[in-house]
């Protein structure tokens, strides 16, 4: 089952790990240097054990090697995450990791090497354009093979879960989720229950419901007497994505939307203006223009993509329930003074998690105002607006 695109609720673990290997697939090949990266640290032998599992523990010289070369690559403050919550949150991933890049053959492990060393250069490339390496490796006491080993790691990893999607898979789940993956040309015009001031993220509720209703209705109406979608979208929408445009979206892929948005275009009659469906976000007014339905066999790479990159998502859930329990993970990091409580793996976690702001998990069933008006970061199509695991043109980086 496809995990809503727009979620601001995804698999926590495997946003880390997607972190790393875009970093990976945004860098390109441009020399190799002398670089000797591998799955495991240098120079971490002795140390605190600050985690034991089956079968390994960690040190906290290792960890703080992860934590840094984490950091570095995103571009983050390293103290971000010492923050108490977060250090548990990264510990973990890092031990998922440990033990997934483990699982890989040796053949992945070469390729994910040769991923590394790749990406480095292209790293330093850049980072030679912003001021001297070593001084900026020094400021998150990292060496150039601890990021490659960082970055080895994360690709062993995405190849290794890459490994146990089959084509059976693959084509289960297409069949089962054709909706999602269809794509489609439609017109809508979005009446919203509410809307965020873009400077300061504040929500300001603008519409009940049933005042909502009665301006989609009454939108319905006057297409249906002939009216004009170019001119009413721009009276009416609050989707300023396609307002100026006749509310028009081509070539766009279900999952993308909320649930709601989703259903009418895949059942909705073709060129006919449907009844308003209530979204997270508020009503919308939908005509489906085109949908293109296919069988498995003659859909788009980008689509396949993208069902792999859903099919990720299920490994990692099914290893973190079902395997990482055995592993017995105790985590005794010291508490670490005067630092920040943050809020922990669960919530946010936007630095390395980036999540984006973007939610329509129960979307069918979250009307009510209060909702829309937590809603309101959303784009007004239904949509997360800065949701980069719905750009269709990352489906590829995150796949690979």
Request: proline content about 2%; some cysteine.
């Amino acid at each position: 089952m496809l995990y809503n695109f727009t979620t601001n609720k995804r698999n926590k673990w495997l946003m880390l790990l997607l972190s790393a290997v875009l970093t990976i697939s945004l860098l390109s090949a441009c020399g190799k240097d002398e670089l000797n990266p591998s799955l495991a640290f240098e120079d971490v032998e002795g140390g605190e054990v600050v985690a034991t599992y089956k079968d390994g523990t960690v040190t906290d010289l290792e960890f703080n090697k992860f934590k840094s070369a984490l950091a570095f690559t995103q571009g983050m403050d390293p103290t971000i995450l010492d923050m108490e919550g977060y250090r548990e949150y990264i510990l973990e991933q890092y031990v998922v990791y440990k033990v997934l890049s483990g699982r890989a053959n040796q053949e992945q492990q070469d390729a994910a090497k040769e991923d590394a060393l790749a990406s480095w250069a292209s790293l330093e490339e850049y980072l030679k354009s912003v001021g001297d390496v070593k001084d900026q490796l020094k400021t998150y006491n990292l060496t150039i093979n601890d990021v490659a080993s960082f970055l080895m790691m994360g690709s062993a990893v995405t190849k290794y879960i890459d490994s146990q999607i089959t084509d059976e898979m693959m084509k289960t789940e297409y069949d089962e989720n054709k909706a999602d993956y269809t794509l489609y040309d439609i017109r809508q015009i979005v009446v919203n229950l509410a809307v965020q001031d873009p400077t300061t993220g504040e929500v300001t509720v603008t519409r009940t419901e049933e005042e909502a209703l009665a301006r989609a209705q009454e939108v319905k109406e006057k297409l249906e007497a002939g009216g004009s979608w170019d001119e009413l979208a721009k009276q009416y929408s609050d989707d300023t994505t396609t307002k100026e445009t006749g509310g028009v979206y081509t070539d766009y892929m279900g999952g993308r939307w909320y649930e709601p948005v989703k259903e009418a275009a895949f059942t909705q009659e073709l060129n006919k203006v449907g009844e308003p469906v209530l979204s997270a976000v508020g009503y919308h007014v939908i005509q489906v223009e085109g949908r293109d339905i296919l069988e498995y066999e003659s859909i788009a790479d980008t689509t396949k993509d993208m069902i792999r990159y859903v099919l990720s998502n299920q490994v990692m859930d099914n290893f973190m329930k079902d395997e990482l329990p055995g592993y017995e993970l105790n985590i005794t990091l010291p508490p670490v003074e005067g630092a920040e409580q943050g809020e922990g793996a669960e919530s946010g976690d936007g630095g390395a998690a980036n999540e984006q702001n973007g939610e329509a998990d129960g979307a069918a069933n979250d009307t009510a105002t209060d909702d829309a008006a937590n809603d309101a970061g959303t784009d007004a199509s239904g949509n997360a607006a800065n949701d980069s695991a719905t750009n269709e043109t990352k489906t590829d980086e995150a796949a690979q």
